[in-house]
């Protein structure tokens, strides 16, 4: 960040009276610009004993297989972005039945917020971002082809979950994939 958002002018980078960490003020208004980690909302939905996947159609990840989840937006909980990704991505509905993971991704800035959604009909298409959409049972998703980190580690843990016929929530901390 060069210039404030407020007023134009330039912003430097310090710690603000009272605060702990590094933030870009603006001398001239005072304005301290607060940066702070973008929230994915996403959803597994069910079908019977599968789960809906995409394959994604779009960078990054292009070609890989991931469940519905993106950024949240304004005026909008969690529930309600990850069942507007889920139409988005994949043209199902759903009904979120409870949270099932939040896992925070340090490095890239962002918290995952993943709900378990049951789909009424299994009705589903291809959105814009999707090349593909599928139906998986357990013991056949493409663990190889998933498309980030943490989408693997929250299936990998309701496979899990399901094997044992119940759900926890679960939380941690998922880091980048090794090259």
């Known amino acids: 960040m060069k210039y404030c958002n407020q007023c134009g002018k330039p912003v430097v980078l ?31 939905p069910e079908w019977e004993d599968k789960i809906l996947l995409c394959r994604r ?7 890989l297989w991931t469940f519905p989840a993106g950024f949240m937006e304004l005026d909008e909980t969690t529930e309600q972005a990850a069942a ?9 509905e759903v009904e979120i039945t409870s949270l099932y993971a939040v896992f925070s991704l340090v ?6 917020v993943v709900f378990r959604g049951k789909m009424p009909s299994p009705e589903f298409g291809l959105g814009h ?11 056949k998703i493409p663990w190889e ?11 990998r843990r309701y496979v899990e979950d399901a094997g044992r016929g119940r759900f926890e929530v ?5 880091l980048p994939m090794k090259r």
């Open 129 to 139: 971002e999707s090349s593909d959409v599928e139906f998986f049972s357990h013991d």
């Open 84 to 92: 507007r990704e889920t139409l988005e991505e994949a043209k199902a």
């Open 170 to 174: 679960h939380f941690g901390v998922v």
């Open 107 to 112: 490095r890239v800035n962002q918290v995952y």
């Open 57 to 63: 159609a779009i960078e990054p990840r292009l070609g």
């Open 145 to 155: 082809n998933l498309a980030f980190p943490v989408i693997h580690e929250t299936l």
């Open 14 to 44: 310090r710690v603000p009276p009272g605060e702990t960490l590094l933030r870009f003020v603006c001398d001239a208004c005072q304005t301290i610009h607060y940066q702070n980690p973008k929230i994915v909302a996403g959803c597994i």
